[in-house]
């Protein structure tokens, strides 16, 4: 089998080549931490176990250039506190290689910067990712792939929704289900988000149970039982009637 040409891969290919030890692969944030554990010289590792430092893509661009800034590295003593951090700050979380540090090395920051070429090809495999996220080619995707992506972009939009704010955001990720919907109404009938697209950006709560509905039903569809789809085309319906705004 060939390599797939890079323009092709999609989100789950990128971070294939990382290790993705927290945050939702699918939908990255776009700021992340990258750590490598430390191993020997531990005088000038000030018993620390990792060397961390943090990313961050602008949701804004410059001359249709993308902006993103990365931060000096920070020492720190164990994982547990790192994914503590990650956690707390809903932060992309990254594994780098290991890193064996050599007797001779006095200053754990410089040598952290012969590292640099590695980090810089985890930068550039993260920021290919969230452009993935960002710009949804529905015409290259298989019926399958399109329902993961509407599913996950309503979970996405639902999270936003329960945490509150981010309306620009919400905005946005609807715009792909409508881009998702517009390619369902050319190509795939029978496909239809409508009902959904109009109220996902409610703060009812019967509208997870929705997504999930939606979920079922478009796979009932794919897999042709068209029997349960039309059980749950029932439930859809009763269920959006109930909800109010």
Request: charged letters at 30%; proline letters at 3%.
């Amino acid at each position: 089998m060939g390599h797939k040409p890079l323009a092709l891969l999609c989100v789950c290919d990128y971070f294939k080549f990382m290790k993705f030890e927290y945050g939702d692969s699918d939908n990255p944030t776009g700021n992340a931490i990258i750590f490598w554990r430390l191993e020997g010289n531990t005088e000038v590792l000030e018993n620390a176990e990792i060397v961390a430092s943090n990313f961050v893509i602008s949701p804004l661009q410059y001359k249709n250039e993308t902006l993103m800034v990365n931060f000096p590295p920070v020492l720190i003593e164990n994982h547990e506190e790192l994914l503590a951090l990650a956690r707390n700050n809903n932060i992309d979380l990254i594994r780098g290689e290991d890193i064996k540090v050599p007797d001779e090395v006095k200053d754990i920051y410089k040598f952290y910067k012969k590292q640099i070429k590695k980090y810089n090809g985890v930068l550039q495999q993260y920021l290919l990712a969230y452009k993935e996220k960002k710009n949804v080619n529905v015409s290259m995707m298989s019926l399958p792939q399109l329902i993961n992506q509407a599913d996950s972009i309503m979970r996405g939009v639902r999270k936003m929704v329960r945490k509150g704010g981010e309306q620009e955001h919400v905005g946005e990720e609807i715009g792909k289900l409508r881009e998702i919907q517009h390619y369902f109404d050319n190509e795939m009938k029978g496909f239809d988000l409508t009902g959904i697209i109009s109220i996902i950006d409610q703060p009812d709560m019967y509208i997870d149970q929705l997504v999930d509905l939606y979920r079922q039903k478009f796979l009932a569809i794919f897999l042709e039982d068209y029997e349960k789809a039309r059980t749950l085309k029932g439930e859809i319906e009763r269920l959006e009637e109930n909800i109010t705004f």
